[in-house]
């Protein structure tokens, strides 16, 4: 593992020790070159999953995207980093088990939009108004409408 405060490859494990959850291995490194600690997380990962973008491009499936995105939505909400963390890891393997190696970005869509309904009603709608490219008030009435028409109800 690269050190990422000096660049330099001998770094050595101090700790190793599963996660809260158990779905990855977090372990502590030192470097022996700048005497850095750092630390790194490791996962089971079952097959390379690919994204195809609506433009026809094609990226992997990036996990630290899937936070970045929902942490956007959930930016000032009272919602546990464990309980987003089980809702990715929980994105990721309806994936994996889906036994397709390639998504489109429609479907991860909406996938986290599923999860965000389940986490928090403000950031499910924060991130609907982005990835459903709302464009004025009366698209967040009709969407917010549709919910309440559909019944779903939110966990708090």
């Known amino acids: 593992m690269k050190c990422p405060f000096c660049g330099s490859d001998d ?6 020790r599963p996660t809260e ?6 372990r502590r490194r030192s ?16 097959r390379e ?17 899937l936070a970045r995105s929902m942490s956007i939505a959930l930016r000032k909400r009272a919602v546990e980093p464990e309980r987003i963390e089980r ?4 994105i990721v393997r309806r994936i994996e088990s889906s036994g397709q190696t390639e998504v489109t970005s429609q479907q991860v869509g ?3 939009m599923d ?18 490219n709302f464009r004025e008030a009366s698209d967040f009435e009709d969407f917010v409408g549709g919910l309440n ?4 109800d939110f966990v708090e």
């Not at 470097?31 to 079952?46: D, I, K, Y």
Request: with cysteine.
């Open 11 to 16: 770094t050595q494990v101090k700790d190793s």
């Open 21 to 26: 959850d158990s779905t990855a291995i977090r």
């Open 31 to 46: 470097c022996s070159a700048c005497g850095a600690r750092f630390t790194t997380f490791e996962r089971v990962q079952l």
């Open 49 to 65: 999953l690919t994204v195809l973008k609506a433009g026809g491009r094609r990226e992997p499936l990036d996990r630290d995207k």
């Open 87 to 90: 809702a990715i890891t929980g």
């Open 110 to 112: 909406e996938l986290v």
């Open 115 to 132: 999860a965000l309904s389940q986490l928090d009603q403000v950031a499910y709608i924060r991130y609907a108004s982005v990835y459903r």
């Open 149 to 152: 028409d559909s019944g779903e």
